[in-house]
């Protein structure tokens, strides 16, 4: 079902605008859903493996993306180095964290750098997309 299926259905209005999206996923399955999802509501959807190359890609170029959404543990640069180095950086996107293994420590860490939203997962599609709209809707 579409994100635009599931907005009517759960009276929740479609995104008004389309957003620029990086995706730091080390899970290729996770990374294929959310890339199909969000490309499906209508955003640009780049993903990456690793913190490392996501951090690259949005530095060459900081105004590229309006929104990165990022898991905790991947390889050669976790979600939260990704954001802090980020927000070293003068990111100014948003930020949303989607992840399975997140202690409160790293959650505190987290809401300390001023991400948007923390979703653990398994998050239900709707709700990171609700997290996205929400995004959509303060973005100008």
């Known amino acids: 079902m579409t994100y635009r299926k ?47 190359t996501a951090f690259a890609r949005v530095i060459s170029d900081m105004r590229s993306f ?16 990704l954001v802090e180095k980020l927000r070293e950086a003068k990111y100014p996107g948003r930020i949303i964290v989607h992840s399975s293994n997140l202690r409160e420590t790293a959650a505190s860490a987290y809401r300390a750098l001023g991400v ?13 997309m609700d997290a996205v709209h929400g995004i959509d809707q303060a973005t100008p």
């Open 116 to 128: 948007d939203h923390i979703l653990r997962k398994p998050a239900q599609l709707t709700e990171l």
């Open 66 to 81: 309006d929104l990165v959404i990022t898991d905790h543990q991947m390889p050669s640069l976790s979600g939260l180095r």
């Open 6 to 52: 599931m907005a009517l259905s759960t009276g929740v209005s479609p995104p008004h605008k389309s957003l620029r999206v990086l995706c730091a996923e080390d899970d290729p399955n996770v990374a294929l859903i959310l890339k199909y999802a969000l490309e499906t509501a209508g955003h640009q959807v780049e993903c990456f493996n690793d913190g490392e």
